[in-house]
Structures are given as C-alpha cells and as structure tokens.
C-alpha cells in the first residue's frame, strides 16, 4: 500500500509503479514530456500513436502524460475509463486559438461554402464535435486526401500544418489563423545559422513550423516519424527543429548520434510551457486522488468521436 504523502526517502517513479498496479492503469506520454515522465510511461509516441493507445487499452485508468486535448481525445475513445492528467491546466495555444463557438459562428456565417471541415487533433472536444475529421501531424496529408472532391475544405486550427497539406497534396483549403506559440519562434535565419555550425546535418522539423524553416528542412514530418527518420538516415548529426522533449527520445533510442536542437532568433529554450507543466510529483498526486479527472458532457463526446473514428479508420 502505498503512503497519501510523498515520501522523499523513497523512489518517487517505484511508488507511482506501486500505484499504478493498484489501480490498473496505463501511462501514455507525449514526445515532448519531461524525461522522467517519458521513463515512467508505458508508451511514448505523437499524437496519433497515442490516441491509438488510448483507443485500445483495457486499463481501467489512463494516466496520460501530455496535453489537455491529447487527454481529452483519450476520454472521447474510451469513455468507460478513468482518464487522469497530471495538471489540468497544461492546455495548448493552437487550441485556444480555435474557441468552439468561434468555429461554430463561422461556419453558420459561411454556411453557403457548405465546409467540409479537417481539424488538427490540437483542439479541444468542443470544436472535434463540429468536424468532418480529425488528422494528425503524423497521417495529414492522407486524410486531406481522402476529403470529397466536391466540397470545399476549411482546415483548422494550425495555418502552418495546414499550409505544408496544401503544398503536398495541391489541394486547395481554408486555413484557420491559428499556430503554435513553440514552433514559429524558429526562423529561417536561425536554421541557417546553425547549418554554419553544422553544414553536414540534415534538418528534421515538425510541420508546424513557418514556411521558411519548412523550405530549409531535408524532411518535415510527426515527431513519431522523427525517430524513424533519425534511425535510417547515415548522417551521425542531424538538427531537430521542434519542441525539446523530443531529444530525450531520440537520445535514448539512437545513442550513437548526435543531435542539435533547433535554435531560435531569442535564445528561446524551445521547451512547450503547457508540456512542462506536468511533473513526476503531480503524476504521482493524480494516481494516488484519482484527480484531475477528465470529464465530458456525452453528446459532445459522442459527437466528437465520430470525426476522430472515421481518421483511425483512414489511417489504418
Ligand atoms: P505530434 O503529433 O507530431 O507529436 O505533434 C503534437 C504537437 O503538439 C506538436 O506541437
Ligand atoms: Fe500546443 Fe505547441 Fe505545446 Fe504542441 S508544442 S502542445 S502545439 S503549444
């Protein structure tokens, strides 16, 4: 059984192992969670990896280590579970450019365009619940390209994901207005910059990052697809231009390679504050409370899971 307080004497990643086995539960973790929230979880992976997870574990609880819509998501998949987030307030800047009632007062303005609307997984229920889809970084242009041909698309939230769907499938979009406050702090200045240091390296970067820094990149890609890129490619040096939980990952499971942080113009640390906000000690709070639990109205949930299905579907 294990104590209601911390106890600094004993191994807090063993104690939240203990509970864990209590209470049945499964720990996913984003990418970019803190190294030691990496090294507790059960699965590390992006986005879609993750929801894939969700969708099929038979835990009875989800501790899930990321953001407030990645948590969300989980519940939306597998609503008979108990789903934990470390903190509740660790939220996303791509999803709070997309307020539900926003999308849903444009769409009736535009009603005559008739939308057939793709939402980037960064959202939260409320907007899923008035898409067609939902994609990933990771299955984008496969979703886009699934789109019906005669209906007119409004991509939303990210303009950056979006935009990289366009120049890779020709298919025209609406874009959302909304980014990541993380990715377009880098610059095609600061990638040349540190391709001066490091001209061998080839240049790896999530495609939320701004037209010009895509331009620079040998490959733009999830961060799932980061790994596998890092492992095939023969270059021993490769700069990694996205949030900086990603070096853990790459680090652990590629130990012979070196890898350069992508650099910003304002000596940025490139760390998402909302990712960080989840620690080993609030993991450990949440399983010993069973709090903060995620909660949803079920006429959103269920009329956000249907976009969310039809993507695991396509993207099988
Ligand atoms: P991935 O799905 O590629 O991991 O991206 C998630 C994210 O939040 C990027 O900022
Ligand atoms: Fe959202 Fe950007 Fe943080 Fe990803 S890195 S969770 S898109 S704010």
Redesign the pocket.
């Known amino acids: 059984m294990v104590s209601a307080g911390v106890n600094f004497g004993v191994d807090l990643a063993e104690e939240i192992a203990e509970l864990k086995r209590e209470r049945n539960a499964v720990i996913l973790a ?3 969670q803190a190294p030691e929230l990496q090294d507790i979880a059960d699965y590390v ?4 990896g993750l929801s894939y997870q969700a969708a099929r574990t038979d835990a009875d609880v989800i501790l899930f280590c990321g ?1 407030h819509f990645m948590a969300e998501t989980a519940k939306i998949l597998n609503p008979t579970r108990k789903v934990l987030l470390p903190d509740v307030d660790a939220g ?1 800047s ?1 999803s709070e450019s997309c307020p539900p009632e926003k999308l849903k007062g444009f769409l009736e303005k535009h009603a005559d365009k008739n939308y057939y609307v793709i939402a980037y ?2 959202c939260s229920a409320g907007v899923k619940a008035l898409s067609d889809v939902i994609c ?3 299955n984008a242009e496969k979703i886009v390209r699934s789109a019906p041909a005669d209906r007119n698309i409004l991509f939303v939230p990210d303009q950056n994901l979006g935009a990289w769907v366009m120049e890779r499938t020709g298919r025209k979009m609406d874009l959302w207005q909304g980014n ?1 406050y ?2 377009v702090e880098f610059t095609a200045r600061s990638i040349n910059k540190i391709r001066e240091q490091y001209p061998n390296a080839p240049v790896v970067a ?1 495609p ?1 990052c701004t037209y010009g820094v895509r331009l620079l990149a040998d490959e733009v890609c ?3 697809k980061m790994i596998a890129y890092c492992r095939e490619t023969p270059a021993r040096e490769i700069i990694i231009v ?2 900086a939980g990603m070096l853990h990952r790459l680090k652990k499971e590629i130990p012979g390679k070196l890898f350069i942080p992508g650099p910003t113009d304002n000596c940025f640390c490139g760390e ?1 504050r909302f990712m960080k906000m989840n620690t080993l000690e609030k993991a450990h709070a949440a399983l010993l409370n069973m709090q903060p639990e995620i909660i949803l109205p079920e006429a959103i949930r269920k009329r956000a899971e249907a976009p969310i299905l039809r993507m695991l579907e396509i993207s099988k």
């Open positions: 984003h990418n970019y992976g992006d986005s879609l953001v996303c791509l997984i960064n990933t970084s990771g990541c993380i990715h999530h939320e999830s961060t799932e996205t949030e998402c």
